[in-house]
């Protein structure tokens, strides 16, 4: 459903005006079929802003759009006896082991298991497959035990030349099909992925030729007629098109981040420059986003080479520039970087250059296969989850005609797509990378990649815009609110790229109090080095909440006219979002606060409304993750011990929930579940289960769960339930209140990348609003889209007005209505066995869509019209981007305009 309020707008970038009355009377006639009014572009000057934020940076600005995410009818819907019957899994995992498998294999197992159907595990991917025997092992649910947190894949994998032969692959058949399997579920890049389609297509010949060797019988061949696959993507190099982040990526990115935080000191200490190596082969995602991260200051990646001949002149003339606010410098690039005419860049050869010509005591780093080790992180363990969960779903309720499909996420949401056509593009991508034709390498990437590249050209080295800006407005940055990771890194990347712009930027100290003191602090460019890696708010806070009642406003305005304050951005909670709400809605009282709000939800909790995730979160699951694996240890070690773990979140349950399911625990105490004695005596039952054959449990309980049965009631329900008996051993009770251990520690790296980008739709938003509201200097905005949420929805930014977000917010309980992660949250006792009576059984959630980012943005029946634009950026080459004007349809205010930016299909 669309909000209540929609505004069309067309920003048009470049330096004439595109009157879009000429386009096409046939285009125009269909449009007005749809009640579209035909729009006129404005005027706007020609500056770096075109391609700002670097980037095309989300279609946000342009529309705003709300859509409550329902999932009335499912794609997967839970299967019922009927439609499983004679129905058998395998599942394996194949090619280069990654992250976050094994909570794959975990979460595809545990659905078939609950709907009893025989799941078996191939050891050793197709090596396993063609020689059969012992490498074929059915699953029981105590094989799946805390496998979650180990890294790596449990099953093991190999690399089959026999497979790659159809002889090999006839084995694989006759050994699957004695094992009466007509369903697959492979877990791997796209040679594992092509190889299990190739499979499928002769299935049908290789049933005819074993039938007719009599290898198999008539019953087999009739039980095995056909054969369903739906695999996952399991690579850290995140080198598949049509998803936005595969598994192993993000624990990769931590690998690498880890290790260029900890660099940067030893570089700051001896004025060093560091040269940091990272896997990838082809694709460059982990460099940039480790760029980005990181805030290194150079980038070096095969999509985007540096755009001249002589390239090591531009890297030093680079590095010398930044020298000037720092003592050391960061490089990090991809192991297949080339130079415009693709030949290959070392890094050896890179500190050859820095060394000789700047004279750098410069060290080289090659992460390697540290990168692919460790246990994974919590994001990379919730992807794969949520990936093998509908990926059983899926190939459960395949048919014959069903074909191959990949199950993957785009930002926050779950999508299916044509496994052979995300295979071919993929490879499109590389054949595009050979041709040396960059920009159709980027655009088969995704957006994400060009708009973090750009974001990363954007803010990482000084320089203000060519053309200074016809007014040079006046910016303020403000936290309000509990302290949450990622929050330095949305200011630095707010700061750094207004400063570029040529606008004036002020940090508010201590939050809303030092805005009603008018304690202000102009920000420069190295105030804010290093502040991506740092925890907390450099600029503090509080939770102190402005009101009319209090005089409060008036001092702010009081505040805002003597610095002549143009815009202001508000980052954190709940708290903040009442700030930015109390504040619009005293507009009509108060001329200066007609002037933009923005707000990016920074938040722990994730209640913010008008997002589906909050910077912070991804850190503070990372940390919860990491407390369950270690009281996991403990209790092993102390036999038969369930320990109940509290976290904090207020009356908001995401934390809680989705650190439950990523860590494999026995279930989680939310508030919009609700607890009951009949749910808590269920717990216990299951454990008096459990530990006959298992030695630990763990639960997790939100803080505000319920008042009556807190953790300590929890406590004492096992302290005397748990006595022995003849059935059951004793088995005892524990508490772990984490507290405010997890506001703080490091960001994570999807926490810091989250943020340059909300960061980067934050400003493209501001000057938006501000540009159409300035006249003569003086900006006066009242229009109900100029106060906003900057948050993600689905595989989208968005932009959410505070009018549209009214109806949609529980003030009492500071939250959303509306919790997205409810279905997903049930995947948590279904995954353990630990099912109630009272509890909602999941509903697949991913959608089959194409595979081109851009076809699915722009996925319509109705007409679209695309305004071509060519821009450049600083050591970038010039390329096009493509704003798409598509009308939807609304319910509630007919037909609007939706403009959706994106990549072009040609260049320039």
């Not at 191939?122 to 799946?144: A, S």
């Not at 191959?404 to 797509?417: A, C, D, E, L, P």
């Not at 036999?639 to 773990?645: A, G």
């Not at 995954?831 to 595979?851: F, K, N, Q, W």
Request: glycine share 8%.
């Amino acid at each position: 459903k669309l909000g209540k309020r929609q505004t069309t707008t067309l920003r048009q970038i470049g330096q004439d005006a595109v009157d879009i009355e000429m386009a096409s009377p046939k285009l125009l006639k269909r449009m007005s079929a749809y009640g579209t009014p035909s729009p006129l572009a404005r005027q706007r000057r020609m500056t770096m802003r075109s391609n700002s934020l670097a980037g095309e940076t989300p279609h946000v600005p342009e529309a705003m759009i709300y859509r409550m995410e329902e999932h009335t009818d499912s794609p997967n819907p839970w299967p019922t006896e009927s439609v499983v019957q004679n129905k058998s899994v395998a599942i394996f995992t194949s090619g280069g082991d990654a992250p976050g498998m094994n909570s794959a294999v975990r979460a595809a197992a545990g659905v078939c298991l609950a709907v009893r159907v025989p799941v078996y595990a191939i050891y050793y991917g197709y090596k396993g497959m063609v020689e059969g025997g012992d490498n074929f092992k059915r699953l029981r649910r105590c094989d799946l035990y805390d496998i979650s947190s180990k890294g790596g894949t449990i099953i093991g994998s190999a690399r089959c030349q026999e497979f790659r032969t159809r002889e090999g692959r006839k084995k694989a058949a006759a050994n699957l099909i004695q094992h009466s399997i007509n369903c697959l579920i492979p877990i791997g890049g796209d040679g594992s992925l092509t190889g299990a389609d190739m499979f499928r297509k002769e299935w049908p010949s290789f049933i005819e030729e074993l039938l007719a060797e009599k290898e198999i019988t008539e019953e087999q061949a009739t039980h095995c007629a056909d054969l369903s696959v739906v695999g996952m993507v399991g690579s850290i190099d995140n080198d598949m098109c049509g998803v936005s982040m595969t598994i192993g990526c993000d624990t990769a990115l931590h690998r690498i981040c880890e290790a260029v935080d900890s660099l940067t000191t030893t570089a700051q200490s001896h004025q060093r420059t560091f040269i940091i190596e990272v896997m990838g082969r082809n694709c460059g995602f982990l460099a940039m986003m480790a760029a980005l991260a990181c805030g290194a200051d150079y980038v070096l990646v095969p999509e985007s080479p540096p755009d001249t001949e002589d390239w090591e002149t531009m890297l030093c003339d680079s590095l010398t520039r930044r020298r000037r606010f720092t003592n050391f410098s960061l490089v990090i690039m991809a192991e297949g970087a080339t130079d415009r005419m693709r030949r290959p860049i070392s890094s050896e050869y890179v500190k050859k250059i820095l060394s000789e010509r700047l004279g750098h005591d410069t060290r080289v780093t090659c992460l390697g296969h540290i990168q692919r080790g460790g246990k994974p992180s919590a994001f990379d363990r919730l992807l794969a989850t949520r990936c093998g969960a509908e990926a059983a779903l899926a190939v459960l309720n395949a048919t014959p005609e069903t074909p191959s499909r990949i199950v993957g996420i785009r930002w926050n949401k779950m999508v299916q797509i044509s496994l052979a056509e995300a295979v071919e593009q993929t490879k499109q991508a590389n054949m595009a990378l050979q041709k040396k034709d960059f920009l159709e390498t980027q655009r088969l990437r995704g957006p994400a990649f060009r708009q973090e590249l750009n974001m990363f050209l954007r803010i990482r080295q000084y320089h203000q815009d060519p053309s200074p800006p016809p007014v040079q407005y006046n910016i303020a940055v403000m936290f309000v609110g509990a302290p949450s990771c990622g929050m330095n890194a949305a200011a630095k990347a707010i700061i750094r790229d207004l400063i570029n712009g040529g606008h004036n930027v002020y940090g508010v100290i201590e939050g809303v109090a030092g805005l009603i003191e008018g304690d202000l602090e102009q920000m420069t460019w190295i105030k804010v080095k290093g502040w991506s890696s740092m925890g907390g708010c450099q600029l503090g806070t509080n939770r102190l909440i402005p009101s009319l009642e209090d005089g409060s406003i008036n001092k702010i305005c009081t505040t805002l006219r003597k610095y002549a304050i143009s815009a202001m951005v508000v980052v954190g909670g709940f708290e903040s979002y009442l700030t930015v709400r109390n504040m619009y809605q005293a507009r009509d009282k108060h001329p200066e606060l007609c002037i933009p709000l923005a707000l990016i939800p920074a938040t722990i909790s994730n209640n913010v409304p008008g997002t589906n995730m909050s910077l912070g979160a991804d850190t503070a699951m990372n940390l919860v993750v990491d407390a369950i694996d270690k009281l996991k240890q403990s209790a092993m070690s102390s036999r038969r011990r369930v320990f109940y773990l509290e976290t904090q979140g207020a009356y908001c349950g995401f934390l809680a929930s989705m650190c439950a399911l990523a860590g494999g625990a026995d279930g989680a105490y939310t508030f919009e579940e609700g607890m009951s004695l009949q749910g808590i005596w269920a717990d216990v039952c299951h454990m008096r289960q459990k530990f006959k054959e298992c030695s630990h449990a763990v639960y997790v309980r939100q803080e505000k769960a319920n008042d009556a049965y807190d953790i300590d009631f929890l406590c004492k329900v096992i302290a005397e339930e748990g006595k022995p008996t003849k059935d059951c051993p004793e088995f005892t009770a524990r508490q772990v209140i984490l507290g405010h251990l997890q506001q703080g520690g490091t960001p994570s790296p999807l926490d810091r990348v989250r943020a340059a980008r909300l960061a980067g739709s934050c400003v493209q938003f501001l000057l938006y609003e501000l540009d159409r509201n300035c006249v003569d200097g003086t900006v006066s905005c009242c229009a109900d889209e100029s106060a906003a949420v900057i948050g993600i929805h689905d595989c989208e930014e968005t932009v959410v007005t505070m009018e549209q977000l009214e109806t949609e917010v529980d003030f009492k309980h500071r939250c959303s209505k509306y919790a997205w992660w409810s279905n997903v949250h049930s995947l948590i006792r279904i995954l353990e066995g630990s099912v109630r009576p009272h509890d909602m059984m999941y509903t697949g959630e991913a959608e089959v869509v194409p595979v081109g980012f851009d076809e699915a943005v722009c996925e319509s029946s109705m007409p679209s019209l695309n305004v071509s634009v060519s821009f450049a950026d600083e050591d970038a080459a010039t390329s096009t981007s493509t704003l798409c004007f598509t009308p939807t349809t609304s319910t509630d205010a007919g037909t609007t305009p939706v403009l959706k930016s994106q990549e072009s299909l040609s260049t320039v």
